[in-house]
C-alpha cells in the first residue's frame, strides 16, 4: 500500500500497517534504491512518504515508541544494534509536540547509513524500517488508513499464491534453483529477496516467495501481479506440504508453525552439521527447540510458563534455554531437542542458571549458591517444572561443571 499524498497524487514509497495489540501499531517502510529515473528505481518517494506518515499519525496523538532497521543484512543483530536514535529526540515521542516533521525526519533518515553497513563512508540513509506507534486510544486499522490516506495498489494483492501447488511442485522449483543459482532463478521467474519467510532445506535457505512464483510458473499457473507474502498465504500452506520455513523477522516464530505437537510427530532430520552457514550464520536446531517445548508460537504475548522459577510469561520473554551448555554437547545431544532444552525467562532465571548461581537437583529442586552476592531467596523450596528423568543426565552435568554453589 502507498499514501495518498497533500494533493491527491499518490506517493512512490511502499509500505504496509499491522496492529500488534494493546493500541499499538506497526509501520514497515519499504527500502529506496536504484538511480532516479530508471526502471531499477524504487520508492523515490521514501523520504516524503516517512514526513507525511508521522505528520498525520500526529493528528491522533500518537506517540512513536521506536524505530529499527529492518533489511535483511541488519536481521542478525540485536534490536539494539538495529536502533535508530533520532537525535535530539529519545523515545517515546510525542508527535503531537513535534515543531518540525522535516528535521525529525532526518532525524530518523540520517543514521541509516551507518547500521549494518561496512562501507567506509556508511550505506544507504534509504533502508527499510519498521516504526512502533502507540496511540492514546484503541484505532483500529480501518481507521487508521482512513488517516494515512492510504492508497492500495490497482491490482490487489493476492493471497492464492500456494492454491495448485503440491509439495512436487516446489520441490521442483527448489531443484532448478539449485540447478541454475539464485541470481538466474530471480532473473528467470521474478521476485526480490526474502524479507521475512525463506524455505530451508538441506542446509540452504530459498527465498519463500520466489521459490513459490516459480513453482506456479512450472506449472503453468499464472503468476503475474502482486502476490501476498504473509504467513496465511506463504509459510502456512509451505509447512502444511511438510517444509521447513523460517521467518527472518522473528526468533518467536517456530519454523514448523505454532503447534508443538507438530515438532512432537516430525521425522525429518537436520542434515549436515547442527552448526551451519548459509545466507547468515546460525544455530541449525535453534528454532526448533522454541516449537518443540511450546514457545515456537509466533505470538509474543501468549503466557507460558518459566521451567525454572514456574511463573507464567508472554512467550517474548522466554528463551529456549540448553539445560546442558549447547558447546559443551555432542551432535547426538544437540538432537536430542525435547530433552536438551527447557523454557527460561529471561527476567532472571536464564542467566542465572546460564552462570551457575541455579541449579536442579535430582529430584527437581532448585539449588542456589548460599554465596552468591545476589538475593536469590525467592527460589527457596521451589520445584522446577523443566525437570523430567530424561532430562536429569543434562542437569546433572550442569550441577558438577557449572553450579557455583555447594553439591547435593
Request: proline share 5%; net charge neutral.
Amino acid at each position: 500500500m502507498k499514501l495518498a499524498g497533500e494533493h491527491g497524487e499518490t506517493l512512490d514509497a511502499e509500505l504496509d500497517l499491522e496492529a500488534i495489540g494493546n493500541g499499538r501499531l506497526a509501520v514497515t517502510l519499504d527500502s529506496a534504491g536504484g538511480m532516479s529515473g530508471t526502471q531499477r528505481s524504487r520508492n523515490r518517494d521514501y523520504p516524503l512518504t516517512l514526513e507525511t506518515l508521522l505528520r498525520r499519525l500526529a493528528m491522533v496523538d500518537a506517540v512513536l515508541e521506536d524505530v529499527l532497521v529492518d533489511s535483511r543484512n541488519t536481521r542478525t543483530l540485536t534490536p539494539r544494534d538495529r536502533r535508530i536514535q533520532p537525535l535530539p529526540w529519545s523515545y517515546p515521542i510525542q508527535l503531537g509536540e513535534v515543531a518540525d516533521f522535516d528535521l525529525l525526519r532526518k532525524a530518523i533518515t540520517r543514521p541509516q547509513g551507518n547500521i549494518g553497513s561496512t562501507a567506509a563512508r556508511g550505506g544507504n540513509e534509504r533502508k527499510r524500517i519498521r516504526l512502533t506507534f502507540v496511540g492514546p486510544t484503541q484505532v483500529d486499522l480501518a481507521q487508521i488508513e482512513e488517516i494515512l490516506q492510504v492508497v492500495r495498489s490497482s491490482l490487489p494483492r493476492r493471497s492464492a499464491v500456494s492454491d495448485g501447488l503440491t509439495g512436487a511442485d516446489v520441490t521442483a522449483a527448489l531443484d532448478e534453483w539449485q540447478r541454475i543459482g539464485r541470481d538466474a532463478f530471480m532473473d528467470k521467474y521474478g521476485g526480490r529477496p526474502a524479507q521475512k519467510y525463506v524455505i530451508v532445506e538441506g542446509g540452504s535457505e530459498f527465498d519463500a516467495m520466489a521459490i513459490l512464483r516459480g513453482a506456479r510458473t512450472i506449472k503453468g499457473i499464472d503468476s503475474a501481479g502482486p502476490l501476498r507474502g504473509d504467513r496465511r498465504s506463504v509459510a502456512d500452506p509451505l509447512r502444511a506440504m511438510g517444509f521447513v520455513v523460517d521467518n527472518l523477522e522473528s526468533d518467536q516464530e517456530g519454523p514448523l508453525g505454532p503447534d508443538p505437537q507438530r515438532y512432537a510427530r516430525w521425522t525429518g532430520t537436520f542434515s549436515g552439521d547442527t552448526d551451519g552457514m548459509t545466507i547468515r550464520s546460525y544455530r541449525r536446531e535453534q528454532r526448533f527447540l522454541r516449537g518443540v517445548i511450546g514457545i515456537g508460537t509466533g505470538d509474543p504475548n501468549r503466557l507460558h510458563q518459566c521451567g525454572i522459577c514456574g511463573r507464567s510469561f508472554p512467550e517474548q520473554l522466554l528463551a529456549a534455554a540448553h539445560v546442558k551448555p549447547r558447546r559443551e554437547c555432542t551432535d547426538e545431544e544437540r538432537r536430542d531437542l525435547f530433552n536438551v532444552a527447557m523454557p527460561a525467562c529471561t527476567l532472571g532465571c536464564d542467566a542465572l542458571y546460564e552462570h551457575g548461581y541455579l541449579a536442579v537437583s535430582a529430584r527437581g529442586e532448585l539449588l542456589c549458591d548460599e554465596t552468591a552476592s545476589v538475593d536469590l531467596s525467592r527460589y527457596d523450596g521451589l520445584i522446577a517444572p523443566a525437570w523430567t528423568l530424561p532430562r536429569e543426565p543434562y542437569f546433572a552435568w550442569h550441577r558438577v561443571h557449572s553450579f557455583l554453589g555447594a553439591r547435593e
